[in-house]
């Protein structure tokens, strides 16, 4: 949200600063909720007002609700590394590819349920013969990192949104 957000919103010419502020209060209920189901309706009026078209908002930001789930790709890949470390399972080049398409399949379509990526780590944990125990380790912090990952998952569908409104 730091780097690379603000890189595409310059890129396409929008205010990135300013569109956080309009969705400041939105952020906050997500990241206190860990659900991006209840930021849908308030943050759709939010987008339009912002000046987004009503029919690229009520394309893009279904789909990106869908497909563009960040915070759960970004926190996945380092979580496999720690857990592969912390077994000391070491990946070869291919294993690294093949946990980065696994990531960008099984992040795509994850339900906008709190701590649903946990169901995506085991799926990948079980595919790279990692052992499931060591989950156990990450739910007493999933918790806590379930909420900025919903947040940063808020803020790039509203930045995506915005971008493909600005492009058209």
Same mark, same amino acid.
């Given at each position: 949200?730091?780097?690379?957000?603000?890189?595409?919103?310059?890129?396409?010419?929008?205010? @990135?600063?300013? +569109?956080?502020?309009? *969705?400041?209060?939105?952020?906050? *209920?997500?990241?206190?909720?860990?659900? +991006?189901?209840?930021?849908?309706?308030? #943050?759709?009026?939010? #987008?339009?007002?912002?000046? $987004?078209?009503? %029919?690229?908002?009520?394309?893009?930001?279904?789909?990106?609700?869908?497909?563009?789930?960040?915070?759960? %790709?970004?926190?996945?890949?380092?979580?496999?590394?720690?857990?592969?470390?912390?077994?000391?399972?070491?990946?070869?080049?291919?294993?690294?590819?093949?946990?980065?398409? +696994?990531?960008?399949?099984?992040?795509?379509?994850? /339900? &906008?349920?709190?701590?649903?990526?946990?169901? *995506?780590?085991?799926?990948?944990?079980?595919?790279?013969?990692?052992?499931?125990?060591?989950?156990?380790?990450?739910? $007493?912090?999933? @918790?806590?990192?379930?909420?900025?990952?919903? /947040?940063?998952?808020? /803020? &790039?569908?509203?930045? $995506?949104?915005?971008? *493909? /409104?600005?492009?058209?």
């Amino acid at each position: 949200m730091l780097i690379i957000f603000p890189i595409v919103a310059r890129i396409y010419g929008i205010k @990135y600063i300013e +569109l956080m502020k309009e *969705i400041k209060d939105l952020l906050l *209920i997500a990241f206190s909720t860990r659900s +991006l189901e209840v930021l849908f309706a308030p #943050l759709t009026s939010r #987008l339009e007002k912002y000046g $987004a078209n009503n %029919s690229v908002v009520s394309f893009i930001l279904p789909l990106g609700y869908s497909f563009n789930l960040d915070g759960s %790709s970004v926190y996945l890949g380092p979580v496999i590394v720690f857990l592969a470390n912390a077994y000391g399972i070491h990946f070869s080049l291919g294993q690294t590819i093949e946990v980065i398409l +696994l990531l960008m399949l099984l992040t795509k379509g994850v /339900a &906008g349920v709190p701590s649903a990526s946990i169901v *995506i780590l085991a799926t990948i944990c079980t595919i790279l013969h990692i052992p499931l125990e060591g989950i156990a380790l990450l739910l $007493a912090v999933d @918790y806590i990192m379930d909420m900025p990952r919903t /947040a940063v998952s808020a /803020a &790039g569908n509203a930045l $995506a949104t915005v971008a *493909i /409104a600005k492009s058209e």
